[in-house]
T-cell receptor, first 114, second 114 residues
Framework: DARVTQTPRHKVTEMGQEVTMRCQPILGHNTVFWYRQTMMQGLELLAYFRNRAPLDDSGMPKDRFSAEMPDATLATLKIQPSEPRDSAVYFC????????????FGPGTRLTVL | AQSVAQPEDQVNVAEGNPLTVKCTYSVSGNPYLFWYVQYPNRGLQFLLKYITGDNLVKGSYGFEAEFNKSQTSFHLKKPSALVSDSALYFCAVRPSTGGFKTIFGAGTRLFVKA
């Protein structure tokens, strides 16, 4: 069955290194969301796209985070440089229509920054 | 400010008993309301949503939720709990106007004992 895929599933890196997380939305879905989940902050929306165009990235620290959709089958979230406080699980979700907002989540990327 | 509250960090129930997971919200205008479930090391899975219409919404795995506009609540319920229902449950709300940002509650952990 159709699923959102995310790579890598786990990433351990050192502070200052660049981290790139990738997401393949479900084929035909035109909306993509990036979330970050931590014990302290819960689930935070970082950014979302419709038809590959960013609609809102106000939840993202602009100085180090960037999100793009190079094509309809790939969304990327990049952190440069990474910091220990970025350690979290990053989820990508896709949806068929932004208005319905039924989102399908990927398995997440668990990021640890040492 | 728009918000979602899940007043219980944890709910314990015996298998076969009914369960309720509470959610209240504060948004301007008419809300779109959702419940998601998260199993360990997995992404969130959509359970059900309320957009408009009947206040009682039925969803996946035998779950249902009741929208109460006067109490601004959207409690999740199931008549007979299963051990396999043990998971983390998130209530989410999106205002019907003013953007597509979904706000998630902090989550409620459900434990169902055999």
């Amino acid at each position: 069955d159709a699923r959102v895929t995310q790579t890598p599933r786990h990433k351990v890196t050192e502070m200052g290194q660049e981290v790139t997380m990738r997401c393949q939305p479900i084929l035909g879905h035109n909306t993509v969301f990036w979330y970050r989940q931590t014990m302290m902050q819960g689930l935070e929306l970082l950014a979302y796209f419709r038809n590959r165009a960013p609609l809102d990235d106000s939840g993202m620290p602009k100085d180090r985070f960037s999100a793009e959709m190079p094509d309809a089958t790939l969304a990327t979230l990049k952190i440069q440089p990474s910091e220990p406080r970025d350690s979290a699980v990053y989820f990508c979700a896709s949806g068929l229509r932004l208005e319905d907002n039924e989102q399908f989540f990927g398995p997440g990327t668990r990021l640890t920054v040492l | 400010a728009q918000s979602v509250a899940q007043p219980e960090d944890q709910v314990n129930v015996a298998e076969g008993n009914p369960l309720t997971v509470k959610c209240t919200y504060s948004v301007s205008g008419n809300p779109y309301l959702f419940w998601y479930v998260q199993y360990p090391n997995r992404g969130l899975q959509f359970l059900l949503k309320y957009i408009t219409g009947d206040n009682l919404v039925k969803g996946s795995y035998g779950f249902e939720a009741e929208f109460n506009k006067s109490q601004t609540s959207f409690h999740l319920k199931k008549p007979s709990a299963l051990v396999s229902d043990s998971a983390l449950y998130f209530c989410a709300v999106r205002p019907s106007t003013g953007g597509f940002k979904t706000i998630f509650g902090a989550g409620t952990r459900l434990f169902v004992k055999a």
